[in-house]
């Protein structure tokens, strides 16, 4: 606690020397300001790890410093004192963010008491932010957790195509599978780094808008065209436009997004001018756009312009341990969020988390972290606290004839991945035993092991 510092913010001589006085006998560090402009310099220049304000200042009240905290780059804890018991006032401040309120006359000891757990919060705070950077440092790459054999591929090919310039890119990969952030990545470590990346995803947009949005409009163009409008094609020059699920665009549109694809060349609607841009075109889809191609629903040109470069993105489920490594990353976020103190998954969670499919991918486990730890207490994530979607439960025929085949089922590899990994868990990670229970030899079952990366958990 020695050396924390803390911002008094009163324009009471007489509270401002008194609480002087107890806290620096508790050996805290005292910064001082009696308005609020005052305030403000003194967060400029200085870091303080906490704040104590007064609810009435001469030149404002203590909301709009709690207001401008909250918007500001300090963080830091607000105990607001007020004068009177204004619950009003409570609740605003609440709603803001401040940590606690403490009402006038001060209570030494209440405040201490106060005082303790709002720097018992920040240092929490400080150690998560702290775990969450050097996690990213060893094991992420630009924001995505991972370091399985799939994922390393991914950040390879991100690094190469990020330096090519201008090259088209498509990234195909199920739902939650990082795609967005692939594009981010890709766009950061390019030299366009400095110019805008702009995102447009094409199903939230109405048809009847998206031609607009992307390649702007004249004055007088429709009917609601009263300004000349640029698009988002154009406001991108220089950087980077990201299409997300690219399947969902209509034929018209694919006619003219072909045209820029190609030639980097469009016109606003009722324009008559051609504009020339420098953008690179990043798109994205969950759907094969293959199928969509023989069902006749996306242009097969279109296609091939877009898929210059390809990112896949791995399913979760082929990520190995990167599992628990983002589940843990997972647990230091949500405890920053909901203020937790979770340390692990119980061993039993870990085997679930490894045998379960995630169809939503990383969004799956970020959402079933997000409320096992709201909900949950203790230091162990334990299986009591995670609650699978209904239609995605871990579930697996048991006669093969009942088996479902099929687009929304398990592939063959999935199968096979998951058969390996009961059989291995029945056996107690006994690798021969293992071998026996599926009735191959023990070759067999090393070489499959080692092609779905089950290694690690294994003798
Ligand atoms: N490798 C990763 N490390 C940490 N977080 C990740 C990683 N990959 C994805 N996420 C998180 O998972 C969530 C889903 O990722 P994202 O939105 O990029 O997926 P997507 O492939 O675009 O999904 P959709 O197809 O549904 O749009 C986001 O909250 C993202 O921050
Ligand atoms: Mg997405």
């Known amino acids: ?68 905290v909250q918007t500001g780059k300090n963080i830091l804890p607000v105990i607001m004192l ?18 606690d309120y403490v009402t006038k ?20 705070r400080r150690q998560v932010a702290h775990f ?33 310039g201008g090259t088209t890119v498509l990234i195909t990969g199920e739902s939650g599978t990082g795609k967005e952030l692939a594009a981010k990545a890709l766009h950061f470590l390019s030299e366009r780094r ?3 990346l702009m995102m447009v995803n094409i199903s939230a947009l109405p048809e009847t808008l998206i031609e607009s949005e992307l390649f702007g409009h004249e004055k007088g163009a429709f009917t609601d065209a009263k300004t000349q409008k640029k698009g988002i094609f154009e406001l991108a020059d220089g950087g980077t436009i990201f299409l997300d699920e690219i399947g969902d665009i209509s034929p018209k549109v694919q006619v003219k997004l072909l045209r820029v694809v190609e030639q980097k060349t469009f016109q ?31 242009r097969a040109d279109l296609y091939y312009r877009l ?24 647990v230091q976020e949500f405890n920053m969020t909901f203020h937790k103190r979770f340390k692990d998954l119980t061993g039993e969670t870990k085997q679930m988390f490894l045998t379960y499919q995630w169809p939503g991918n990383i969004r799956e486990l970020k959402n079933v972290l997000e409320r096992a730890i709201l909900l949950g207490d203790g230091e162990l ?28 089922s398990y592939s063959l590899y999935d199968l096979e991945k998951q058969a390996l990994r009961r059989a291995l868990e029945q056996a107690g990670y006994n690798q021969s035993k293992a071998a026996r229970l599926l009735r191959i030899s023990r070759d067999t079952l090393r070489y499959r092991m080692k092609k779905y990366g089950l290694n690690q958990h294994c003798d």
């Open 82 to 99: 007020t004068a009177i018991d204004r619950s009003d006032v409570a609740v605003q401040a609440m709603k803001l963010g401040v940590f």
């Open 132 to 164: 969450l950077k050097e996690q990213e440092k060893t094991f992420g790459f630009c924001g995505m957790i991972g370091s399985s054999p799939p994922m390393k591929k991914v950040f390879h090919d991100i690094t190469k195509i990020a330096q090519s």
């Open 307 to 330: 898929n210059v470069a390809n990112i896949h993105m791995p399913p979760l489920r082929e990520r190995g341990d990167d599992i628990l490594m983002l589940a843990e990353y997972f």
């Open 105 to 124: 006359p001060v209570n030494m000891e209440e405040l201490r008491i106060v005082i303790g757990k709002a720097l018992e919060a920040t240092r929490l």
């Open 268 to 298: 606003r609607i009722g324009g008559v001018s051609d504009i020339t841009v420098d953008v690179r075109i990043i798109a994205a889809t969950n759907q094969s756009l293959e199928e969509r191609i023989c069902q006749g629903s996306f």
């Open 1 to 68: 606690m020695l050396g924390e510092t803390i911002l008094n913010v009163d324009d009471e001589k007489l509270i401002r020397w008194s609480l002087r006085e107890e806290l620096s006998k508790d050996g805290f560090n005292i910064l001082e300001a009696d308005t609020i402009k005052r305030c403000y310099a003194v967060l400029r220049e200085h870091d303080p790890d906490l704040m104590i304000l007064d609810q009435l200042l001469p030149d404002g009240t203590g909301i709009d410093v709690l207001y401008h």
């Open 381 to 408: 994530v334990s299986p009591k606290d995670i609650e699978f979607s209904d239609i995605h439960k871990p579930q697996m025929s048991t006669s093969p004839r009942d088996m479902e085949i099929g687009q929304n």
């Open 194 to 196: 400095e110019k805008p």
